[in-house]
DNA sequence: GCGACAG
DNA sequence: ATCTTGTCGC
């Protein structure tokens, strides 16, 4: 992907709302839900932390099997965008795509920490980026956005999340003493699939590996960047 | 009109 | 997401 289709579909400025929206349609239109992945050798989880007026966005790549660190990488990038529930693509969109690019181990799918199709328009932000660059993708959020489910207990349960009459993903219970999180496809993976491959990637912990040491690769970036600013 | 609302 | 220490519970 070039820099000119990477501001086609990531670049807010210059737009209005309306055709954000209009984008967000526009990439939904290439949106699979059939399984679109050969065998998974390696996995990538994405994250985001925030400081002044930056963003930065981290990305581990995983082998799926023994969920061990291959490579990881994170870019800081000026924040372009406020935060808008359902447009959350055009905030933190750029940045990932554009710390994905350098990965010099590409992944085979990329998890999420946000929504895939359990949104208004089936745009969230796993979804819009999977259709966009047509790479298999997973969203893994911990509050719902839209849509309704009964509450999974027991640990390993899981319960579907139903909106306007479809099941858009899982309320999954991943840890005795977490609330569920909520599971859904991105691109090119099925709603079974999706809660089949969080649940592979469960190490005990309320978040799937992924995005579990996305997070923590994020918040470290940022904490040694302040640091580092701190010394001057 | 009111409330809800990923990160 | 972010500002932040201790603290209750398993």
New binding site residues.
Partial sequence: MNNNELDYWFDPSSRTLEELRVLQNKAIEKLSLEDGFGKIDRIAGV?????EDRIVCAMPVLDYNTLEVIEKKYIVQKVAFP?I?????FREGKAIASVFMELENKPDMIMF???GIN?PIK???ATYFGAAMDIPTI?V?????CGDSETPVEVGESQKLMYEGNQVGWLLKSNK?SNPIIVAPGHKVSVESSLEIVKHCLKGYKLPEPTRLAHMYA?EA?KEILEQKDRN
Avoid at 85 to 89: G, R
């Fill in positions: 994250d985001c932390a925030y400081f935060y529930p359902t447009y959350l693509n920490d946000s929504c949104h745009a969230g932000m969203g959020s911990k509050k719902i956005l003493r918040a940022k």
